[in-house]
């Protein structure tokens, strides 16, 4: 069953019943999905819609944990820097390391799980891609191993593509779950303080914040217009009529928008804003904070040097 | 008439320090409106100002003009004695705090107290003057327990005394305030009206409302068409009726019926419930009444995703050709038992069209036959013009042309905007915005039509076409209101909403005349009725004896 080619890479063809490795991606991802919806319809009352409204970002920052009682600035700098560590590891041993370093993260912050699993189910469709796609299409390399499926003979399945994508998958998560941690144990003032101070410019943190606060007034206004249409009949087709009406239905938004954008920096002005928001918070750092810090960037260091020690296996 | 013609003639500012000189202003909008033409008055320390006028006289405009947010084009605005403008010192825009119709527009932080605290900050204070402005401001408008909620979750209410709070902290000589009361309920209106009493500076407010003004202001200045016609004072634009009429301010239509006072109303015996609570063979009520409901709720209850509950165990009959009200504070779950008798919000229960259950799968049948018209009418008017707007349902449901240019004709007829097929309803009056959402439901020839605040943020002028209109339609209707007046004009029954529940369930005049009911769930009319009956006393004293 198993031939050694030319090229040295290394053929293995599979029968029927080795259908099992990719049709187990498939239920694999199937379940990841189910159980998102089966979490999702579990909080959702009995024959009410769907509960689709945005959650807010900095919900249980009052909490008290690890995170919650770090310095924002470092907080943000630390593990940003700790993030790109992670980015930069190319073995699937380091990078599942990285992944329990971030679960742990995640479980000392003292924030519900719900909330991370929604970030690793907004990018699963992606990630799931990337594990179909990429053992089908990386380049072949000498030694490598090759799964041949019966139907399928001109797409070998290549094993390293396999790990390539696992590791991505993987890294990609682990920075994921930190995201929660890094930015929801602050209020989001504080966050976004943290990463002016590390350098981000203003009008950009300026613009988050009033992106933040208006997510939802713009959401439930659309909510609104869209609840308007369905009353008076409105049902999506493929026709030019519902063309037309959800041309409409963009502008009036737009048109809407840009008003209250007006009447928005209008109250600003009257509040004495002159290009800046106020800083609403004192943020001091003690050695603790700094400790905090270090340990995240030597973690990550640590990692890194483990991959580039001659001993370890090289991906 | 206007002040040039004569006729005018000017009540002035207080003794004292004038804050405000205005001279010869005109405005004129890029599109070539002129919203103003030619302005000239004074406002003086301390002042108590009403602003009022028809929609689109300028009142706005002219606000924005002394807090310097519009730039001086012709005229001049001294302050305190000093020249504004471009090539003068600017207008103190901290000292002049506005209050905008919107309070969303204010509350651009992410928690109440960040809200509060930017002015103060921006001002120059130190962290610990900010803190303690912050909680003496929240604690003034009763918030300080919400200081850290992020401002969506606030009620409206709250969000708009939140709004004022920020406006307070910066403690300005001069508070202007653009439509104040619009969507308040009574009690919450109360409470805004005894924060305003307490005001210690000068206070210039853009209302419609002249009962809400009638004891806040002293003086008022009527602006039309971008001039000022007359300058009064407030006892005086009040009982000349023929002023009130000219500016389309005349409010008195209100108690045209029964003297102003309710407690004339005559009562109706009824009962307070529709049906009898024996249930029949499939656990339903049976109803005691030999009429058939149209619209049927039977222990209905509806939670919102995030758990809250929005109505609980609701009972209610809707009967063909009766006109319901339904009232409650702010808050009571009115517009919640709307969206639920429309089979928007799917909740437990029983929820019956003439008879037949309905569920998610058959609500559109119920959407062909219940005409809703939103309490924002920018959520609901999206086309381009009249004519599309009003002809966007029976496209929907499929009639051929013909009958859809008649349906048109017809509904803007029935509305009273013939002519405005071709206007951009972005561009039209709040009244006339008003009547176009009314006229799109019409359209669909609905059997029932729901309003939610038909009167909120109208003119008295506008109020007055409505009812009239509302009067005029032969149809099942069902109203959403604070407004007492209306209910009274329109309605045959009322209901009564107080935490997500029906606590009364009875005919019109027997709700007029429940001042129990009304001051525990704060929809207390009777300082309003007050000022009603001392406004009636003006003007008959000014009909009578010449003023």
């Not at chain 2, 409106?33 to 320390?45: H, M, P, R, V, W």
């Not at chain 2, 009972?315 to 808050?331: D, K, Q, S």
């Not at chain 2, 609901?380 to 042309?401: H, T």
């Not at chain 2, 803007?412 to 002519?419: A, D, I, N, S, Y």
Request: proline residues 5%; neutral net charge; hydrophobic residues 40%.
């Amino acid at each position: 069953m198993t031939e050694t080619l030319p090229e040295s890479t290394i053929s293995i063809h599979l029968s029927g019943m080795a259908l099992i490795l990719p049709a187990s991606l498939v239920v694999l991802s199937v379940a990841i999905l189910l159980a998102v919806l089966f979490l999702k319809k579990k909080k959702t009352p009995s024959k009410g819609p769907s509960d689709w409204s945005i959650p807010t970002l900095d919900k249980h920052a009052d909490r008290d944990s690890f995170f919650h009682n770090w310095n924002p600035a470092v907080k943000v700098a630390a593990l940003l820097l700790y993030c790109f560590l992670v980015v930069s590891l190319k073995t699937l041993v380091c990078s599942a390391a990285a992944l329990m370093i971030s679960i742990l993260a995640v479980y000392s912050s003292r924030l519900p799980w719900r909330r991370s699993l929604q970030r690793l189910a907004a990018m699963s469709g992606f990630l799931i891609m990337f594990l179909l796609v990429l053992p089908f299409t990386s380049r072949e390399q000498p030694g490598e191993i090759l799964l041949i499926f019966p139907l399928l003979p001109g797409f070998p399945f290549h094993l390293n593509g396999f790990l390539l994508a696992l590791t991505i998958v993987v890294k990609a998560c682990a920075i994921a779950l930190l995201m929660e941690p890094m930015l929801a144990t602050s209020s989001l003032s504080a966050t976004l303080h943290g990463f002016s101070r590390i350098g981000i410019p203003s009008p950009i943190i300026q613009m988050i914040l009033l992106s933040h606060r208006y997510i939802f007034v713009f959401h439930q206004e659309l909510l609104r217009m869209l609840r308007s249409m369905r009353v008076r009949g409105f049902t999506a087709r493929t026709d030019i009529l519902t063309m037309k009406t959800m041309g409409n239905f963009f502008g009036m938004l737009f048109i809407n928008s840009y008003d209250r954008t007006q009447k928005v920096y209008e109250a600003m002005l009257c509040r004495g804003y002159r290009g800046n928001f106020p800083a609403f918070h004192t943020l001091e750092i003690n050695g603790k904070d700094l400790a905090k810090g270090g340990m995240w960037i030597m973690i990550g260091f640590i990692l890194l040097f483990i991959e580039l020690m001659p001993s370890f296996p090289s991906p | 008439m206007h002040l040039a013609d004569n006729g005018y003639h000017g009540y002035g500012p207080a003794a004292g320090e004038l804050l405000f000189q205005v001279e010869g202003l005109s405005f004129v909008y890029p599109d070539g409106n002129q919203a103003l033409a030619d302005i000239a008055f004074s406002i003086g320390k301390g002042d108590r100002l009403a602003l009022v006028g028809k929609n689109g006289s300028g009142k706005s405009t002219l606000v924005k003009l002394l807090n310097g947010l519009l730039p001086l084009q012709k005229g001049s605005i001294r302050y305190r004695g000093r020249e504004t403008g471009p090539s003068f010192q600017p207008v103190p825009r901290q000292e002049t705090g506005i209050l905008f119709q919107d309070p969303e527009n204010h509350l651009f932080c992410n928690t109440v107290f960040e809200n509060v605290a930017f002015g103060p900050m921006n001002q120059g204070c130190s962290r610990d003057e900010v803190e303690e402005l912050v909680r003496g401001c929240l604690e003034t408008v009763g918030l300080e327990k919400l200081m850290y909620k992020p401002a969506h979750l606030l009620s409206y209410g709250q969000k708009k005394r939140a709004a004022l709070a920020s406006i307070l902290a910066m403690k300005p000589e001069v508070l202007i305030l653009d439509e104040p009361t619009a969507n308040l309920d009574p009690r919450q209106e109360r409470i805004l009206q005894e924060l305003l009493a307490g005001f210690p500076g000068t206070l210039i407010i853009i209302d419609h409302d002249l009962l809400f003004l009638y004891d806040i202001c002293d003086r008022a200045i009527v602006l039309a068409d971008g001039r000022v016609h007359h300058d009064f004072s407030i006892r005086e634009l009040v009982s000349s009726q023929d002023s009130l009429k000219e500016h389309g301010l005349d409010f008195t239509f209100r108690f045209a019926c029964c003297g102003g006072r309710h407690e004339n109303t005559p009562i109706v015996p009824h009962h307070h419930h529709h049906l009898s609570h024996d249930h029949g063979r499939n656990g339903v009520h049976v109803p005691a009444v030999a009429r058939e409901p149209i619209l049927e709720l039977q222990h209905f209850s509806y939670q919102y995703p995030d758990g809250t509950t929005g109505v609980s165990d609701i009972n209610l009959a809707v009967y063909p050709g009766e006109t319901l009200a339904i009232v409650g504070e702010n808050g009571a779950g009115k517009s919640t038992i709307a969206k639920c008798l429309l089979g928007l919000n799917q909740g437990d229960g029983y929820f019956y069209y003439k008879g037949e259950k309905m569920d998610r799968r058959r609500r559109q049948i119920l959407w062909r036959q219940v005409g809703m018209v939103f309490q924002n009418t920018a959520d609901q008017l999206f086309c381009p013009s009249c004519r599309e707007e009003v002809a966007f349902g029976p496209q929907q449901m499929k009639l051929p042309a013909i009958e859809i240019e008649k349906r048109i004709e017809e509904a803007l007829h029935r509305v009273q905007l013939e002519g405005y097929e071709s206007r951009i309803p972005l561009n039209m009056s709040g009244g006339e915005r008003k009547r176009l959402a009314i006229a799109a439901a019409l359209s669909m020839h609905p059997e029932i039509l729901l309003l939610d605040e038909p009167t909120a943020s109208l003119d008295p002028e506008s109020q007055e076409l409505l009812l009239e209109i509302l009067k005029k339609l032969d149809m099942t209707k069902i109203i959403i209101t604070h407004d007492m007046y209306f209910i009274r004009d329109l309605s045959d029954r009322t209901i009564v909403m107080h935490q997500g529940k029906v606590i009364r369930d009875y005919p019109t005049p027997d709700f007029l005349a429940d001042r129990h009911v009304q001051a525990v769930n704060g929809l207390d009319y009777t300082y309003k009725n007050n000022c009603l009956e001392k406004i009636m006393d003006l003007q008959h004293n000014h009909l009578h004896h010449g003023g």
